[in-house]
Each structure stands twice: as C-alpha cells, then as structure tokens.
C-alpha cells in the first residue's frame, strides 16, 4: 500500500483537500458514529495550525488535525484522528499517531501533546507514549479520557 503523507499548513490546502477532510469527519464522527456535534468548529483554517493527510490513489483515508499551541507553556494539540472505514484493518492508525508525533516533535518540539481520546482507544493511544491525564468524561454522548505525551526535551 503506497499511501502519500501530506503534513500541510491550512494556508496549503486546497478546496479539494478541504472538502475530502470534511467529508470524510463528516462520514465517521457524524454518520458512521451516530453522533450530532459541530464538526466545523472555526480551528481548521486559523494560526499555525496543520493538517495530515494519508492519500492513496488520491483519495483521503487517514487524516488528524494539529492545534498549535496558543502560548509559550501551553499544549500542541492532536484531534479529528481518522481513518476511512476503507482503509481500516491496515495498520494505518498506527501510521497516522507516528506521523502526528512527528509534525508536533518538528514544530513544537518542547510542547507536551494533548488529545482527548475516546476512551475505548486508551492503549492504542498508550502505545505512542500518551498517559491519562483526566477521568473518563462524556463528549457528544461518547466516553473519552484527556492524555498526553511530554515534549522533547534536550536529553531526549
């Protein structure tokens, strides 16, 4: 499986990656998961804020958004993370946490990663170094758990 890594700044996207990116939330955490929320939530296109993108045969089936950190102290976030229920069973999830580590380890290398995981996916989340950080809480009628991951720091 040839799968394409696109790490974009949201100033790069274009209205065809844009729409892929919602289409395919829209699909999962909205249809597939039975779950009203406000996906489009005013944070994809602001700051220096980045989107991944795992492409195959020009077609989206990975995606995670990047939140910058706002302030000096504060968290890079990890969200939307996703995979096309066509791509699913591929190990590709794995790849797509690898590659989010890595942008948040590029840009903002001393910065602790935050996500909050739906709770079912704590030890896949505890594979990549993430560590609870809060009780399991409801977030749109679904269990989820705060976690993160320290920064880099110069001994690491």
Same mark, same amino acid.
């Given at each position: 499986?040839?799968?394409?890594?696109?790490? @974009?700044?949201?100033?790069?996207?274009?209205?065809?990656?844009?729409?892929? #990116? $919602? /289409?395919?939330?829209? =699909?999962?955490?909205? %249809?597939?998961?039975?779950?009203?929320?406000?996906?489009?939530?005013?944070?994809?296109?602001?700051?220096?804020?980045?989107?991944? @993108?795992?492409?195959?045969?020009?077609?989206?089936?990975?995606?995670?958004? #990047? $939140? /910058?950190?706002?302030? =000096?102290?504060?968290? %890079?976030?990890?969200?939307?993370?996703?995979?096309?229920?066509?791509?699913?069973?591929?190990?590709?999830?794995?790849?797509?946490?690898?590659?989010?580590?890595?942008?948040?380890?590029?840009?903002?290398?001393?910065?602790?990663?935050?996500?909050? =995981?739906?709770?079912?996916?704590?030890?896949?989340?505890?594979?990549?170094?993430?560590?609870?950080?809060?009780?399991?809480?409801?977030?749109?009628?679904?269990?989820?758990?705060?976690?993160?991951?320290?920064?880099?720091?110069?001994?690491?």
């Amino acid at each position: 499986m040839n799968i394409k890594w696109q790490d @974009l700044h949201h100033s790069e996207l274009n209205a065809a990656q844009l729409y892929q #990116i $919602l /289409a395919l939330r829209n =699909a999962v955490f909205i %249809v597939e998961q039975n779950c009203p929320y406000q996906d489009i939530d005013g944070q994809d296109l602001t700051g220096e804020n980045r989107h991944l @993108l795992a492409m195959l045969d020009n077609q989206l089936v990975g995606y995670a958004r #990047i $939140l /910058a950190p706002g302030q =000096a102290n504060s968290v %890079v976030k990890v969200g939307r993370v996703i995979v096309s229920g066509e791509a699913r069973g591929l190990s590709l999830g794995s790849r797509l946490m690898e590659q989010a580590i890595d942008c948040c380890e590029h840009y903002w290398p001393q910065h602790t990663i935050f996500l909050s =995981a739906q709770a079912h996916l704590q030890k896949f989340y505890g594979r990549f170094g993430f560590r609870a950080v809060s009780e399991i809480y409801l977030e749109d009628a679904i269990p989820h758990i705060d976690m993160t991951k320290p920064g880099r720091t110069e001994h690491s």
